[in-house]
Structures are given as structure tokens and as C-alpha cells.
């Protein structure tokens, strides 16, 4: 679940618990942070419980899941008029005879 948690709070985990933020030339991005709490989760033998998953979603915010709306960007030209000749060139052959494959 920590890995879950640094992607959901990437932007608290980097600025504020990451232990390397003085040294940029390291590029952490708060990875100490996430191996430290890997490395608890890893220690104990106690299964995860399932309502720290439960608890999780009600921090994600809700504009992650808005619906964008792009009828804008769709231009339409209705007045032109295209014309164009459709020709069905598909034949079919029905057969009744399945061949059988050969005898080895």
C-alpha cells in the first residue's frame, strides 16, 4: 500500500516528507520516504488491513474523475454536401461441400 499512497500524495510525499529534498541532484522525488515504509510494511508479518485501502479512497480528489467535456473542439461543417458513388463489388459463393481433410 505505500506505493499506492506515494502516487496518490506524490506532491506531500516529495516536498514535505522526503528526507533528500536539500540534495536535488539526487532526484528522490520522496522514494527514502517510500522504501522506509516498504521496509516496515515488509517487517511485519501482519496481513494489510482492508480498511486502510477503505480509508485511501477518501482522500482521492474528485476532480481526477470529472467528465471533461469536448463538444467544443468538434467543428462541423453541415452545409457542405459531399457526393460520392457507393459500388458493392462483394460476391458470395454458398456451397454445400466441406471437404475433408486428407487421411495420413
Known sequence: MPVVEYIVNYDYIATVLC??????????????????????????????????ATVLFDFIPVSIFEAKNYTTM?????EEKVSFLYANFYTFLFSTIVLQ????
Not at 468538434?74 to 453541415?78: A, D, E, R, T, Y
Open 19 to 52: 528526507e533528500n529534498v536539500d540534495k536535488p541532484e539526487l532526484q528522490c522525488n520522496g522514494k527514502c520516504h517510500v522504501a522506509k515504509e516498504l521496509e516496515q510494511v515488509l517487517d511485519h508479518d501482519t496481513p494489510v488491513k482492508l480498511e486502510k
Open 74 to 78: 468538434i467543428s462541423l461543417n453541415v
Open 101 to 104: 481433410p486428407p487421411i495420413l
